[in-house]
């Protein structure tokens, strides 16, 4: 009789055992499957090469843009150096004035009544932003240099800045020099 009790009380453990690894194997085989769904981003040297390289224009623009690198390879260059904490970085890259000028933007006098109340809103990957009043960057009201950089002391922005980074040297704080830009819209406050 105890024997039986000892058969039984082992088949109940097994049992239980075989469901629990039967549960995570199913629950290895579920993660497996949305892990490998999940987009890919490198770290280390090859860093560069797997971030997403690409520069969302919309909003209040008569054309949204999506830009690569190489699109803003092609454009007007413009450089800034920025210092934090003793080490100065010098950042090349595209004036956003002229990116937004490629978008179609109307700066100047079409700048005045309705548009002074626009501003661009900068997106990093992270969901950190930053505003900018239009009236600010244009070259014929504040003249605030702008860049979007692709390039720190000319070569590719380290791993953690890709794909783009905005560069404010003209800020005392630094707090609007935003890493991993990936999307800049134009917003009207009034219409």
């Known amino acids: 009789m105890h024997g039986s009790i000892w058969i039984l009380g082992y088949i109940v453990l097994m049992t239980s055992l075989v469901g629990k690894l039967r549960i995570s194997l199913v629950c290895g085989v579920l ?6 769904a999940l987009p890919v981003i490198a770290t280390g040297p090859d860093a560069a090469v797997a971030a997403p ?59 005045t009544g309705k548009p002074m109340a626009s501003y661009v809103l900068a ?20 003249g605030a240099k702008v860049i979007i950089a692709d390039k720190a002391d000319g070569v590719a922005l380290p ?5 783009f980074r905005v560069v404010v040297p003209g800020d005392k704080m630094h707090a609007r020099s935003i890493y991993s830009l990936v999307k800049l819209e134009v917003v009207r406050l009034r219409n």
């Open 159 to 163: 791993g953690r800045e890709l794909p």
């Open 31 to 36: 993660m497996a499957g949305v892990l490998s």
């Open 123 to 142: 997106t990093g990957k992270d969901g950190y932003q930053v505003v900018f009043a239009l009236a600010e960057i244009d070259p014929l009201f504040g």
């Open 53 to 111: 390289t690409v520069l969302t224009v919309a909003g209040a623009v008569p054309a949204q843009l999506t830009l690569t690198a190489e699109d803003l390879a092609k454009m007007p260059r413009a450089t800034a150096a920025l210092t934090s904490d003793g080490t100065t970085v010098t950042y090349e890259g595209v004036l956003l004035y002229d990116i937004l000028v490629k978008a179609g933007w109307q700066f100047g006098r079409g700048m």
